[in-house]
């Protein structure tokens, strides 16, 4: 299959779309939605609720032409047995990991808050990554899904920035995985961090790989009709 060439920094980003897997990161209620995790930790939510509609956009294109598409979400098994103490009680937090909240218990597999937002409900067939920390790669079998999908290129979106993306990406770069990180596809609580946290990826020669916007991306596609595998 031909390469496909994206318009990205810190130089173009080129990619085979067989060999290749959306990621979408963490799009779940207990971050994005009012009443979760994110919220009670003291963030506003409407900056990650932006990052919505362009993943929309982006995966649907992916479903399309045939791109893997592979969904992570962070939470816990219901007796708690892979959340690490010192994960609990990190924040002090009066409703933490585990707790009843409004969406059910934060962050526990199984429940409505833990659950990825319906916009973006992975299609059947579509892998479900659940990951008891921030990083994709740790205590998960995602690296084994991807080797065996013979997937080589990361094309990244989700959700926080700084950290669930960062930890991912530097993740899978270390594993030898080409990330384009789609900027207006990822999001934080804090502009600050998102900022600086795209620029980390792009310094230095593309350090931890590339980032575009989404629009840059759908661009590159649109001459390609499907993806054999
Ligand atoms: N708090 C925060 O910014 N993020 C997380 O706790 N998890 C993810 O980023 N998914």
């Known amino acids: 299959m031909a390469k496909v060439t994206v318009r990205a920094e810190p130089y173009e980003y080129e990619f085979d779309p067989a060999t290749t897997a959306l990621l979408v990161i963490d799009m779940q209620r207990d971050f994005v939605e009012p009443g979760g995790f994110g919220e009670m930790l003291g963030n506003d939510v409407s900056p990650l609720r932006r990052a919505i509609a362009p993943t929309k956009r982006v995966l649907e294109t992916a479903r399309r032409l045939g791109i893997q598409v592979i969904h992570t979400r962070e939470g816990h098994r219901p007796d708690l047995t892979d959340l690490p103490p010192t994960k609990k009680a990190r924040g002090k937090l009066k409703t933490g990991i ?3 909240g409004p969406m059910g218990r934060v962050l526990v597999r199984g429940e409505r808050g833990h659950d990825i937002v319906p916009e973006l409900a992975p299609a ?3 892998p479900v990554v659940d990951k008891p920390g921030k990083g994709s790669f740790y205590a998960t079998d ?11 290129s990361l094309l990244v979106t ?3 920035t700084e950290v669930c993306v960062h930890t991912t990406v530097r993740e899978a770069n270390d594993r030898g ?3 384009l990180v789609l900027e207006d ?12 946290a795209i620029k980390m990826i792009k310094a230095q020669g593309g350090i931890f790989g590339w980032v575009a916007g989404s629009e ?6 649109e001459g390609v ?3 054999t595998r």
């Open 158 to 160: 989700g959700v926080t």
């Open 216 to 221: 840059a991306l759908l661009k590159a596609l």
């Open 177 to 179: 995985f080409e990330c």
């Open 98 to 100: 585990g707790d009843p």
């Open 185 to 196: 596809c990822v999001a934080s609580y804090f502009p600050e961090f998102q900022e600086a």
């Open 124 to 126: 059947p067939g579509e």
């Open 142 to 152: 995602l690296e084994l899904i991807l080797r065996e999908r013979g997937i080589r």
């Open 225 to 227: 009709r499907t993806t």
